[in-house]
T-cell receptor, first 117, second 114 residues
Framework: DAGVIQSPRHEVTEMGQEVTLRCKPI?????LFWYRQTMMRGLELLIYFNNNVPIDDSGMPEDRFSAKMPNASFSTLKIQPSEPRDSAVYFC???????????????FGEGSRLTVL | AQSVAQPEDQVNVAEGNPLTVKCTYS??????LFWYVQYPNRGLQFLLK??????LVKGSYGFEAEFNKSQTSFHLKKPSALVSDSALYFCAVSSMEYGNKLVFGAGTILRVKS
């Protein structure tokens, strides 16, 4: 299995531009998570999906952020308009079971490093 | 709310010596505890977990962790450190009361010197 695939790996954009990050989870996994990692705030859960349905988006910082999962093999995280404070590494992770279940293991992608100038 | 504390920003240890990376947690109800490792410019990788049962949990690459309910701790240990163990280590906690969301600690940098 190729693991969780994220694109792009690196993105540099200017303030005000739209940014779209993409994620392909591991086939068969029905949970998908978006995390953001910064030096100041560490790892933050932004949103997670179960069977393509958003379950908890309480970590999404503001309305400029949106996430979709149109099918079981694809998810996007969009920032519009982007701001310098959005600069971070964004991770997608998938899991084959609820965290409290017998597996509870998240499989992370390599991350998308976003720089907003 | 649930939280995780990793009191040490960095741990330095000589190769061949035992290592400990500390983690304490706060959660309502029964905790589910995890350790993940992150190498530079990579995603996090699962090391081990405690859900229930034996307090000593063994995981990947020779790592183990001990769940201590009275001290609300879940320290990561390895009997003999390798230079290749140098990385960023995250402790994480979830619970059914918190909707099974995984909350990560700030991370601890482990440096193993030869």
């Amino acid at each position: 299995d190729a693991g969780v695939i994220q694109s792009p790996r690196h993105e540099v954009t200017e303030m005000g531009q739209e940014v779209t990050l993409r994620c392909k989870p591991i086939s068969g996994h029905d949970y998908l998570f978006w995390y953001r990692q910064t030096m100041m705030r560490g790892l933050e859960l932004l949103i997670y999906f179960n069977n393509n349905v958003p379950i908890d988006d309480s970590g999404m910082p503001e309305d400029r952020f949106s996430a979709k999962m149109p099918n079981a093999s694809f998810s996007t995280l969009k920032i519009q308009p982007s701001e310098p404070r959005d600069s971070a590494v964004y991770f997608c992770a998938s899991s084959g079971s609820p965290l409290a279940g017998p597996t509870g293991e998240l499989f992370f992608g390599e991350g998308s490093r976003l720089t907003v100038l | 709310a649930q939280s995780v504390a990793q009191p040490e920003d960095q741990v330095n240890v000589a190769e061949g010596n035992p290592l400990t990376v500390k983690c304490t947690y706060s959660v309502s109800g029964n905790p589910y505890l995890f350790w993940y490792v992150q190498y530079p410019n990579r995603g996090l990788q699962f090391l081990l977990k405690y859900i229930t049962g034996d307090n000593l949990v063994k995981g990947s690459y020779g790592f183990e962790a001990e769940f201590n309910k009275s001290q609300t701790s879940f320290h990561l240990k390895k009997p003999s450190a390798l230079v290749s163990d140098s990385a960023l280590y995250f402790c994480a906690v979830s619970s059914m009361e918190y909707g099974n969301k995984l909350v990560f600690g700030a991370g601890t940098i482990l440096r193993v010197k030869s």
